[in-house]
């Protein structure tokens, strides 16, 4: 599927290698997200921070893509539904 959303996305480097709020408190993740407007990452919805979830409340930004290794999907949180990763995505993930 596609949104409108996927459209204004202009793909960043991420900032950090993992979840930048719990690397600051130590905290753990169980999986990693990137912003695909920002570059911020940040940890899944099964993660005790939640914090690529809080960065969508908090800017706004709308599509995210999966940051694990090997994993090629993106999430719209405006929208509630999986998008069409796009291909300037692809450099930036692991």
């Known amino acids: 599927m596609s949104c409108e959303h996927i459209g204004g996305v202009k793909p960043l480097p991420p900032k950090a290698q993992g979840c930048e709020e719990c690397l600051k408190v130590g905290g753990r993740w169980?999986?990693?997200r990137l912003c695909?407007?920002?570059g911020h990452v940040g940890c899944c919805d099964s993660s005790p921070g939640r914090h690529a979830t809080k960065?969508?409340?908090?800017t706004r930004h709308p599509v995210?893509?999966?940051f694990e290794p090997d994993?090629?999907?993106a999430?719209?949180?405006v929208d509630e539904e999986a998008?069409?990763?796009p291909r300037a995505v692809l450099p930036y993930l692991r």
């Open 71 to 73: 994993e090629r999907w």
């Open 30 to 32: 169980v999986h990693l």
């Open 36 to 38: 695909l407007s920002c």
């Open 83 to 85: 998008v069409d990763l």
């Open 55 to 58: 960065h969508f409340h908090d």
């Open 64 to 66: 995210i893509a999966s």
């Open 75 to 77: 999430w719209c949180f």
